[in-house]
């Protein structure tokens, strides 16, 4: 799991980093709303935490941003605030939770593993890329016309590329949704699933949709 946290103070965001790590999640942290903004919208991200208030603009503005961008990526407000207009504001911003500070590190594990397991209410059931067809509903794949056959670990790696396509994602990235967490992202497990879900839906047509990047992981798309 990938999680992005935009915190202006560092003490703060590196008791998060180090908590998250614990548990085997990965995460960066941006200290500005134009940081936040630049790896919110770039990033191969499972959640984003967000600060209300930042250097450059307030968090609710950011959270408005990224969702006119498109960027379905689920949103957890921190704040020290604890009114019911805040709460109601950055909800209507798209904010997917919220959480005051204080907070128990407990309780916001708990939320962030609960807004990664709801489902994308946004999200299209089936998704096109060039003219290859992925129903995420119903787990069928067609390139052209031809249906395709997908194991269930080649349908979650499938599935987890048409969700970030365009998107650079990384091996650690893959691996945490394809196996979880705590799979090793350096053995070659993820480049013998890559080859296979290549030559299924890859090696006879054009164009190419899974672009490797050296030193930097995958892109999806044409």
Not at 7 to 23: M, Y
Not at 133 to 140: A, I, S, W
Request: proline fraction near 5%.
């Amino acid at each position: 799991m990938r999680v992005l946290i935009v915190e202006d103070d560092p003490a703060l965001a590196g008791v998060l980093r180090e908590g998250l790590a614990e548990h085997d999640i990965h995460s960066v942290v941006a200290g500005t709303f134009d940081d936040g903004l630049l790896q919110g919208a770039s990033s191969s991200l499972d959640v984003i935490l967000l600060d209300v208030l930042l250097p450059g603009g307030s968090g609710f503005d950011l959270c408005r941003r990224l969702r006119k961008r498109g960027i379905k990526t689920p949103i957890i407000m921190l704040t020290a605030k604890d009114a019911v207009d805040d709460r109601v504001v950055g909800l209507e911003a798209g904010a997917d939770d919220y959480l005051t500070k204080p907070f128990a590190f407990r309780e916001l594990l708990a939320r962030i593993r609960a807004v990664v397991r709801r489902p994308p209410a946004l999200a299209p059931e089936v998704v096109h890329v060039a003219d290859l067809e992925v129903d995420l509903g119903q787990r069928t794949v067609r390139r052209g016309k031809e249906p395709i056959r997908l194991t269930a670990k080649e349908f979650a790696l499938l599935e987890f590329f048409v969700r970030h396509r365009g998107q650079v994602v990384d091996r650690a990235a893959i691996t945490a949704h394809v196996w979880d967490e705590n799979h090793d992202p350096f053995t070659n497990v993820l480049e013998v699933l890559v080859r296979r879900l290549r030559r299924k839906i890859d090696d006879d047509y054009d164009p190419k949709l899974i672009q490797t990047l050296r030193g930097a992981g995958y892109r999806f798309g044409e």
